[in-house]
């Protein structure tokens, strides 16, 4: 992974999420499934996917054309 995160971000709600991330070979995640939640706010569930797309991963030709990986996000309510 080449963006620096916790995997914390700050949002309209408390929760977690646990996502599993498609990323091509350029290292870009190209699409999401939601595996699990206890967020009920559709809008904070938009914007926290808005995010994790923004994320960047290592490139590399070795790797399948697309690869997975699940990961749990955190949301902390901004005040």
């Given amino acids: 992974m080449l963006t620096p995160t916790d995997f914390k971000y700050a949002g309209r709600v408390d929760g977690?999420?646990?996502?599993?991330?498609?990323?091509?070979r350029e290292g870009n995640v190209?699409?999401?499934?939601?595996?699990?939640t206890d967020i009920k706010s559709t809008p904070a569930m938009y914007e926290l996917k808005k995010e994790i797309t923004k994320l960047k991963f290592?490139?590399?030709?070795?790797?399948p054309q697309s690869h997975h990986a699940q990961v749990r996000f955190t949301l902390n309510r901004a005040n």
């Avoid at 190209?30 to 699990?36: A, F, K, Y």
């Fill in 30 to 36: 190209t699409s999401t499934r939601l595996i699990e």
């Fill in 58 to 63: 290592e490139k590399g030709t070795y790797y």
């Fill in 16 to 24: 977690f999420a646990i996502l599993e991330l498609a990323v091509d």
